[in-house]
């Protein structure tokens, strides 16, 4: 009898445990809320529909979009995000376009030639692409926010994967590629965890390994544990670094979504504050998810980042209230505050350092796989979520070496959207 167990019910342990479950006697995926669907799923305030970040789907390929097709019915969206460099909220054409345009420039009274792509570090990588002028106004204060650490101490790598190069007037977000909504994604985990083993309210907390083979998952504090056989298999999709000594440095986010009695609030789905207040930006539901009937309401994010060790300053629900009232000029109705502690991988030297050491003692863990955002420590989209899962998926019987499994784990952080 052989089990695989899966740990996180996102959609890349959903999808794992979708693609194994013929492969395997069992497959029992363990979910620490009463929910599936991680960081994608959709909720609801008031009838509109959210999800923690807001989540567009995006398709590269003829196959990417034939999977999503399987699951649910997006629709196209033509996302355009605006930068306030001021904090000061004002029409469409008067906020600055973001990714950055040639015209941004020649508003700031510049020009800009983009260099040969210097890689030193990310703030060398930004100045080569669209000049110091920009990357002051656009760039600098934004990561300082987003990220904690100055864009110096950034590897510029991170960029490859990001619209941050110079881009042509009124850029879409995504450029060429398809880019939609399916109003829901619940659909999608309803679909996936058909015919599934789903134990949820059950938070992982450890596993205890002997001799390169987990015997063990742990979860509640340590205080209760599945035993398990060493011909069964343990798929993480939590955060790699929560099973060795090893630690790396995330950066968690707050989401504050407020329910407004005006719609739409802001002049398109998501605008960039990259020089005042304490959130980096506002996405407003409904022109995300092109949801149409929303009762004249509208429910708005204000997203704010923060690291564990580093507590948020308390002042920022009165900051919120103000903005809705003097730039908005609409009425909060209600708020409601999420957050999630390991939201982003900070991409420093040293976390990759300390990565490279943790996927090597994973890799010898002989029945341990790692997959997903949080188990890669890779910003990945959920199409990459997706073909990550499915890779491991049908690959897992041929990753028999350490080295198999080291190669195999870093070829899957290369691509990361
Ligand atoms: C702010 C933000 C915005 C994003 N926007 C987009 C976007 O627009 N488009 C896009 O394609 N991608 C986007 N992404 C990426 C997308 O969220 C990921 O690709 C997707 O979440 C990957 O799913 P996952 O299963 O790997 O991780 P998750 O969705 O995080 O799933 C992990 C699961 O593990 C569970 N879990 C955590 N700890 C424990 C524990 N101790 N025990 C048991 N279970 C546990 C969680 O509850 C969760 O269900 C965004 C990511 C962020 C952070």
């Known amino acids: 009898m052989k089990t695989c167990y899966i740990i996180g019910g996102g959609l890349s342990g959903l999808t794992a445990a979708n693609a194994l479950k013929d492969k395997f006697n069992k497959t029992i995926v363990i979910e620490k809320h009463n929910d599936i669907g991680g960081l994608c799923q959709t909720y609801q305030i008031d009838g509109i529909n959210y999800e923690f970040g807001p989540h567009v789907l995006y398709s590269k390929t003829v196959e990417q979009s034939a999977f999503w097709g399987r699951l649910i019915t997006p629709k196209y969206i033509d996302y355009h995000v605006r930068c306030c460099i001021d904090g000061q909220l004002k029409s469409y054409d008067e906020l600055f376009d973001f990714p950055i345009s040639k015209r941004n420039i020649s508003r700031l ?50 960029a490859k994967f990001r619209p941050l190069s110079l881009k042509p007037d009124n850029p879409r977000m995504f450029g060429d590629v398809w880019a939609g909504h399916p109003g829901s994604y619940r659909p999608v985990f309803d679909k996936l965890s058909q015919d599934l083993e789903i134990v949820t309210d059950t938070k992982v907390s450890g596993l205890g390994i002997d001799n390169n083979v987990i015997k063990c998952i742990y979860f509640n504090n340590n205080n209760n544990k599945i035993s398990i056989s060493p011909n069964d298999v343990v798929i993480n999709t939590l955060p790699i670094d929560l099973f060795f000594e090893e630690k790396l440095d995330w950066r968690g986010s707050l989401k504050v979504f407020a329910l407004l009695d005006t719609c739409p609030a802001m002049p398109t789905y998501s605008t960039t504050f990259p020089n005042n207040y304490s959130w980096t930006r506002i996405v407003e539901y409904p022109h995300h998810s092109g949801q149409e009937n929303t009762n004249g309401k509208t429910l708005i994010s204000f997203a704010i980042p923060y690291s564990i060790n580093e507590p948020l ?20 109705i209600k708020t409601v505050k999420k957050h999630e502690d390991f939201c982003y991988p900070i991409s420093s030297q040293q976390n990759i350092d300390t990565l490279e050491k943790i996927l090597n003692k994973a890799s010898n863990i002989n029945n341990f796989y790692s997959i997903g955002r949080l188990g890669l420590f890779a910003y990945i989209s959920m199409t990459r979520a997706i073909q990550i899962a499915l890779e491991l998926s049908n690959n897992i019987d041929k990753l028999s070496s350490p080295a198999d499994k080291m190669t195999f784990f870093k070829k899957l952080r290369e691509e990361l959207w």
């Open 313 to 332: 300053q308390n002042d920022y629900m009165q900051e919120i209230h103000d903005f809705v009232i003097h730039q908005i000029h609409a009425k909060v």
């Open 109 to 158: 009274g510049e020009s800009y030639i983009p260099q040969e792509p210097d890689y030193s570090n990310f703030e060398n990588y930004m100045i080569s692409q669209i000049g110091k002028a920009s990357y002051e106004t656009f760039v600098k204060n934004y990561n300082i926010k987003q990220w904690g650490i100055h864009p110096k101490d950034m590897l510029a790598d991170w």
